[in-house]
């Protein structure tokens, strides 16, 4: 039955509800996906930061003990390697104290210590050079006793104290970071797989309205051809606006399928972002359980690794689904508004053709024969129309076969007054007498679905075949093949003409 504007106008209304619900959760999806980049990002930094301090202060500290060991042993035996380790060490010491003040800048008290550790270190450094001076002048034995008489024992004892304790401030500062990183990451996730499944119900829903709107979109043009075809004269103006009507429904169907086409792509392009952003948490997630294990939880742990990516992938193979569907609105609207072009059609050429060409390598490979049973009457018709008719018609008949029973398509034909009627049988499984008719429906398929298909190409076939002035028809019992009859007019006319 034709649209009626009220419906129409509802339709209207949930696309375009469909479309800013899309772009909403577009935009909400992005806005986790940059708030959980700057996030992480901000919490990398200063980890890093964190375990850079804590590197820094222990490095020194080895640097310090090896220095020390240089001074005490070259006051016993001047050997000139312990005096190239004692300036080595020596002067990594403070380059080093001066990067534990400039990283602990958000930290007061980290900068009190890091100020009075360099400090004491100068000192600690000012008397090992006195004592290694005092040997190097000769003067041993008193560089032992000055060595006997310091303060260096209690200072290097301070000096420890202090390390440790920037230390285990900047340890506890890591573990409030993961702490805080980790319920991040948690949040996050949910948030993520909560868009996740608003965008695949809306996706869907969205869906089931183009699927019962292609079908009012099929019904209508079947009905319009049917009535050029029996009332031709009595129905004029009932023709041309029924015409008029299924025009309307092409442009509409072309417009809101290419409306559609560009949120879906924005989909497509941010659930590949989401899939980036979370394999990037389950790399710090990784990396945290190496470093730091027990830090992240279990239920976090399978969020990221588990829960994300089976959301995605929903949202993935939903808007996939959807991108077929609409390449299938588009073909059918674009069919429906291309001007056709009569010429004179040899049909056993033409069919030879198909046949040789891109139908060749498929029947070889499903084990499928074609061929033409004496001449086919020849048409005055548009040959993209005709083509595509059988070529549907051909590569469905090559491909479901019964297994271990050769699969035979003839191709045969015959003139009827003004008409030719083309049959196109194979001996392949059949299908079912309820769904002859359901076959040529849109998304409709019957049997098995173990082939690749939409549903779309006998529902493309028949709207062809109405186009052209003509009909099609099934005749089948299962397990003893199929043979689909085209009914076309000799010659083209008008669109429709019968």
Do not use: C
């Not at 420890?160 to 285990?168: F, H, Y």
Request: aromatic fraction near 6%; glycine fraction near 8%; charge should be neutral.
């Amino acid at each position: 039955m034709p649209i009626q504007p009220k419906r129409e106008s509802r339709i209207n209304r949930l696309g375009i509800a469909g479309l800013v619900t899309s772009f909403a959760l577009l935009i909400v999806a992005f806005a986790f996906v940059l708030y959980g980049f700057s996030a992480n990002r901000r919490a990398s930094e200063q980890i890093v930061a964190t375990y850079d301090v804590k590197d820094i202060v222990s490095e020194a500290g080895r640097d310090l003990e090896r220095a020390e060991a240089a001074r005490r042993g070259y006051l016993l035996d001047p050997a000139p390697f312990r005096l190239r380790t004692f300036r080595e060490t020596t002067q990594r010491l403070l380059p080093g104290l001066d990067q534990v003040r400039f990283r602990t800048g958000h930290d007061p008290v980290q900068q009190v210590r890091a100020e009075k550790l360099k400090a004491l270190v100068i000192e600690h450094i000012a008397s090992m050079n006195t004592s290694i001076e005092l040997v190097r002048s000769g003067r041993a034995e008193e560089a032992r006793r000055q060595f006997d008489v310091s303060g260096d024992s209690a200072r290097i004892r301070v000096i420890r104290s202090l390390a440790d304790g920037i230390e285990e401030s900047e340890e506890e500062r890591l573990t409030r970071l993961l702490s805080s990183e980790r319920a991040t990451v948690g949040w996050t996730q949910w948030l993520l797989a909560g868009v996740g499944l608003a965008l695949i119900i809306a996706t869907l829903g969205t869906m089931s309205m183009l699927r019962r709107f292609t079908r009012d979109l099929l019904a209508s043009q079947a009905r319009l051809n049917l009535l050029n075809t029996n009332l031709e004269g009595a129905v004029a103006e009932r023709t041309a606006d029924l015409r008029r009507a299924n025009d309307e429904i092409q442009r509409f169907a072309y417009i809101v399928s290419h409306d559609l086409r560009s949120p879906l792509v924005n989909v497509m392009g941010f659930t590949s972002e989401l899939e980036s952003a979370g394999k990037a948490i389950t790399r710090l997630i990784d990396k945290l359980d190496s470093e730091q294990p027990g830090l992240v939880d279990e239920p976090a742990r399978l969020a990221a690794r588990e829960d994300l990516p089976e959301a995605l992938g929903f949202i993935r193979a939903a808007t996939e689904k959807m991108d077929r569907l609409i390449n299938a609105i588009l073909t059918l609207s674009r069919q429906g508004r291309r001007v056709l072009t009569p010429e004179r059609l040899e049909m056993n050429a033409l069919i030879g053709e198909i046949v040789s060409g891109s139908l060749a390598t498929q029947a070889e490979a499903r084990g499928a024969t074609i061929t033409i049973d004496g001449t086919l009457p020849d048409l005055n018709h548009d040959r993209l129309a005709v083509e595509q008719v059988f070529q549907n018609l051909l590569e469905n008949a090559t491909k479901y076969g019964r297994p271990g029973v050769p699969n035979k398509v003839v191709v045969s034909g015959r003139s009827q007054g003004p008409r030719a009627i083309f049959e196109v049988a194979d001996t392949g499984r059949g299908i079912p007498p309820e769904d002859h008719e359901r076959v040529f429906e849109l998304f409709r398929r019957s049997g098995a679905q173990d082939q690749p298909g939409e549903g779309i190409g006998l529902a493309h076939v028949r709207a062809l075949a109405y186009r052209l002035g003509g009909t099609i028809s099934l005749r089948s019992t299962p397990g003893e093949g199929a043979t689909f009859i085209v009914d076309l007019p000799a010659t083209y006319d008008t669109e429709g003409d019968s």
